[in-house]
């Protein structure tokens, strides 16, 4: 319904909605503990390009989901993603002090505050994926489908394998697999909850999906190593060179600079061969894919 | 099944089997990133009095539920109190050494495992409610509650009005607010999440084991406070006196010893009438209210 729109103007549109919606999904700051919640808010929105809302609104666009589910898988995969960011940015993990260009939780509350609100941030995701409209079943599977790519075996164990490997020369093999973690699996998670959100889906779109979501969750991952490398903090909202700095193997150290941008335009068009099976409704999903990887920041 | 058996031997039981399934339901020790899930099973695993799981089964034996749909709620429950543990005992929070005569997750592995591991038990507990036999509903409904007792205006909510409490002097009706979300609210999860494994509650059912579980939940953390003001480090597993020493309120502070003992049994007693239209089927459920009470540790 939206498919002439331009990219950009069909973006903003989602990332309004989507501060509607996280505004309403997020536990009201009148309500106690006040300010936990207001830590919380603060966490959440007023940030952030909503990269992964933008595939979960990009794969329901394909299979014409239903809005009220399709906003709410939306909203938990963001949620979750803000937690992550909240605990990364931890003294005891990579000791941030900025984000999006605002001061970190931690930073602008106190450690406790930052904890527990990663903590509830987690638990709110999986609540609004449990209530609002649809069959039981669908809601049931978005739950599992976001659990599995979060979890141990997904972004929370990347995370981990990511924490062990500062300082060692990881292969690039080792290094693609913490990122197919780390990052990967939530953009997967998106792109999938979008399409679930409209249908049950078939082996072949599965797959198609699979493979789209693989080659934006590489080529995420080699960009922001690009941008961490040449770009400056002011651009960027958060400390720039501070995987070089903490001696992090990325793509930029192990391939160099040009060979990553290739590495990044591959992944691009992998991304856009893998829809040729949905034709014109995967138009979103192309324009992520081109737009992950012209990103500057 | 049981009925005819003795609690003590009906828990013990109840401990064994939760022991072998929440081995079965972690991530394996052997699958990547194996540090961190060899630290989920640290903190899970071998240690607790498994009250939360006790709760369950004896509310599923009240209505028959069927088994597996069950062992999935207790352990559930058991990991998001798991989890629970491991980020209160970091230093940002309690800074706590010891825990069920172990050596904290933060003090066994560090600081950032510890925060892992909390934030990987949560999601694990999402992901065992959402797979496993039983219709979609169901599980929802489980996923669901969970969720709400267990994020910000549940358990983690009551955790922040805690940090927030300390060093001020608490009114008994703040006290009780606190803890009613701190630790009653995953308490009476517990309850219900047995029971819904079994069937759909009627209005009246709802209201009995709500009325128990308010009961429990209370009589759970006067004594506590008891226990902590009167046993020793060695007996509780965990540093006694601490609350004392962090200038926390506690029931004993505020009523003083024997008014908080006389509260406990006044709470036991009304435990015990709330499931009066159960009858025998509730046997479990009383017995769990007397060892909350009659506990020495």
Redesign the interface.
Known sequence: MTAGMPFSDWSKGVQALMEVALSTLL?AME???Q???EA?RYAVLDGGKRVRPLLVFAAADVFDAPRDITVRGAAAVEMIHA??LV?DD?P??DDDELRRGKPTVHIKY????A??V???L???A??V???GEG???R??AM??LL??A????GM??G???D??SVGEKLKLAELE?MHRMKTGALLRASVLLGALSGKELSEAESKALDAYAKAIGLAFQVVDDILDATADSATLGKTAGKDAADDKPTYVSILGLDASRELAEKLRHEAHDALAMFGDKAQRLCEIADLIVQRKM
């Open positions: 536990p309500k106690t503990p300010r936990l919640h919380m937690y992550s605990h931890m005891c993990m106190d450690e406790a505050t904890l527990l990663g903590d509830a987690q638990t709110q999986f609540l994926l449990s209530e069959e039981s079943a809601k049931l739950v599992r659990a599995d979060s979890g141990s075996l929370c164990g995370q981990a394998i924490l062990e697999q």
